[in-house]
C-alpha cells in the first residue's frame, strides 16, 4: 500500500532558512513531518551521517550555481542513495531540461520558487498520488517553449 503521508523530508539548499519555512509549510498537511537540512549535494552523498538513513521526499533546492546537467545527475544520485524517495525541485530557474526529465523515474515534481506556498502542497498531494507535478508558473514557460521550438 502506498505512503498517504511523508514524516522524513530532506531538504538541500544553500540557505538553511527555506528548511525552516517548508517545515513550517508541511506541518499543517503532515503533522509529524520532519525536515532535515543540508547545505549541498555534496554532503548528502559523502558524510557518513547519511549513510543509514532514508526519506520519503527530497527536496532539491536550484538556485544560480547550478547547471542543468549537473543537477540532474545529483538528482539521480540522490535517488540511487534513497531509492524509496520522490524528488521535488524547488527552483528559482526556469530549466526546460529539468521539466523534460519529469516523470520518468528521477524527478516528480517541479515547483518554482516564487509561487504561492500552496504549489507545495499540491506537488506533494500529486507525488502520493503517484503522479508528477509541474507547477503553475513551470507549466506556462514550458507550453511557451514547446510551442515556439
Known sequence: MPKLTYDKVLLVDEMPLIAAGLQEILRPIYPSVQVEYAVSIFTVL???AYQDKSFDLVVLGSGEDHSPGSFLLAA???KQRFPECQIMIYTDRYEPVL????G???IGA?????????ELHRACARLIAGESYLSPMLDLLYTVYRLNR
Not at 521539466?99 to 519529469?102: E, H, Q, T
Open 46 to 48: 559523502s558524510s557518513a
Open 76 to 78: 539521480a544520485e540522490i
Open 99 to 102: 521539466i523534460d526529465k519529469l
Open 104 to 106: 520518468h523515474g528521477i
Open 110 to 118: 517541479c515547483v518554482h520558487k516564487h509561487e504561492a506556498t500552496g
